[in-house]
């Protein structure tokens, strides 16, 4: 089916923009991708031995704990790691399922409340994450099928091997690329058509056999679209570099004044500029799940219905 790619990508726009409340499911279907205030502590860097020496205060608090106790505190923060990890999947989960059904309420009847899409996120929540755990099980067993022997090959062969890993490489890099593109689809089925997991994977299958051309078309345009998107975004953490480059060189000579004004300048700049490139992030993952959720919906109409105009938004 041929798609009328202009129409998609404005008509994401018009959803995007108007909807403002789906920017906050785009920013937590993000997340499937701190700072803090103290006292002063000073550091210094020995110019002669060329070591961090650190204050003596801090130093009697190091001494202070056992090996055991260290080991202790490191199991516990990758527990607390492990934790925060599983919270920042169930959340963006939840915000894909959120972000998926709230697109295609403002699509179909023109507007979408928090609580709509947050509920739709949460019923699916079980059956989107099982698409995502099966897709990704499905790829690790890939790279042991693919990658795995290639491994075995270079290390048997001294390194030799390697000009076999690399082509079995770009398989697995293309077969990992189809899988996600499956789970997305599989994503948008289980949602928009109340799908179960095998269901939704046998839709999306389907409809990427009978959609390929069109499907790899809009891919490549939002891929385009993307990486000039996230050049924009990143030219200030860009700048942020400098700063950062000037604290390394203040300690490397010893200036601390420079390395203090430098480092705090580079901090204070980036925890301004997180929120605002959350806020970004968020509104290119709404837009771009629009452009994929209106692409799903004209791939699944009838043939009956093809000629009938898309309803539009006043924004």
């Not at 906050?24 to 002669?48: E, H, K, M, T």
């Not at 599983?86 to 399922?97: D, E, K, N, Q, T």
């Not at 067993?141 to 022997?149: H, T």
Request: charged residues 5%; neutral net charge; proline residues 4%.
């Amino acid at each position: 089916m041929s798609l009328d790619y202009g129409n998609i990508l404005a008509r994401a726009w018009q959803i995007t923009w108007k909807h403002k409340v789906l920017w906050i499911f785009g920013i937590l279907a993000g997340l499937g991708s701190g700072g803090g205030g103290g006292p002063n502590v000073n550091y210094q860097l020995d110019s002669r031995t060329g070591n961090l020496r650190l204050p003596p205060e801090f130093e009697r608090l190091l001494n202070r704990f056992d090996e055991p106790t260290w080991i202790a505190i490191a199991i516990g923060l990758v527990c607390l790691g492990l934790l925060i990890s599983l919270v920042f999947i169930a959340l963006s989960v939840i915000g894909r399922g959120g972000l998926i059904s709230g697109i295609r309420l403002a699509n179909a009847q023109g507007s979408v409340t928090f609580g709509e899409a947050w509920q739709a996120g949460l019923s699916k929540f079980w059956t989107l994450f099982l698409i995502g755990l099966l897709t990704a099980a499905a790829g690790f067993l890939l790279a042991l099928i693919i990658i795995g022997p290639g491994i075995l090959l270079t290390v048997a062969t001294f390194g030799i091997g390697v000009l076999c890993l690399l082509p079995l490489i770009c398989v697995f890099v293309i077969l990992v690329v189809i899988l996600s593109i499956i789970a997305y689809f599989a994503q948008i089925a289980a949602v928009v058509e109340n799908l179960g997991v095998m269901d939704a994977l046998r839709r999306a299958w389907a409809i990427i056999q009978a959609n390929l051309a069109s499907i790899v078309i809009l891919g490549l345009i939002l891929l385009v679209i993307g990486f000039v998107v996230g050049i924009v975004l990143a030219l200030p953490a860009f700048f942020l570099f400098f700063p950062a480059v000037l604290g390394a060189a203040g300690l490397a000579g010893d200036s601390q004044n420079l390395a203090t004004f430098s480092l705090a300048f580079a901090l204070i700049c980036c925890a301004l500029y997180v929120p605002i490139l959350l806020v970004l992030n968020g509104i290119l993952q709404t837009w771009t799940t629009s452009v994929w959720t209106l692409a799903y919906g004209q791939f699944t109409r009838p043939a009956t219905s093809g000629s009938q105009p898309a309803p539009q938004i006043t924004v």
